[in-house]
């Protein structure tokens, strides 16, 4: 049974940099599947941030978080992190990361996606 779980939130200042980390156990990133991000702000409904598919190496990113986030993966240590830059206040939230294997056309859909962690805290604020 595949498992993942978040770390790295905190508070940080508006322009600042986050990495989140998503470890993942049962397992192996090199074969087919994906990490997605997804986020959840207060008094809003969960949205996807972005996608990594394993398979071919591709990644995906919603419109707002594009050439400010970054995903990647590490072999070595199982786990996909999520390189946050230039954070605004909107992108306060609490951030899950969740395994499954969607289609390109899928990885936005949450039911894509059977195994979810717990959440990590972002807080952007002066």
């Known amino acids: 049974q595949v498992q993942v779980g978040e770390s790295g939130g905190g508070l940080v200042q508006p322009g600042a940099s986050l990495r989140l980390s998503c470890a993942v156990s049962?397992?192996?990133?090199?074969?087919?599947?994906?990490i997605g991000w997804f986020r959840q702000a207060p008094g809003r409904e969960r949205e996807a941030v972005g996608c990594?598919?394993?398979?071919?190496?591709?990644?995906y990113y919603a419109d707002s978080v594009k050439g400010r986030f970054t995903i990647s993966k590490d072999n070595t240590e199982n786990t996909v992190h999520l390189q946050m830059t230039d954070l605004k206040d909107e992108d306060t939230a609490v951030y899950y990361c969740a395994f499954g294997d969607p289609p390109a056309s899928g990885w936005r859909h949450e039911y894509q996606y059977s195994s979810w962690g717990q959440g990590t805290q972002v807080t952007v604020s002066s």
């Open positions: 049962g397992f192996t990133l090199n074969d087919d599947g994906a």
């Open positions: 990594i598919s394993f398979a071919d190496i591709v990644t």
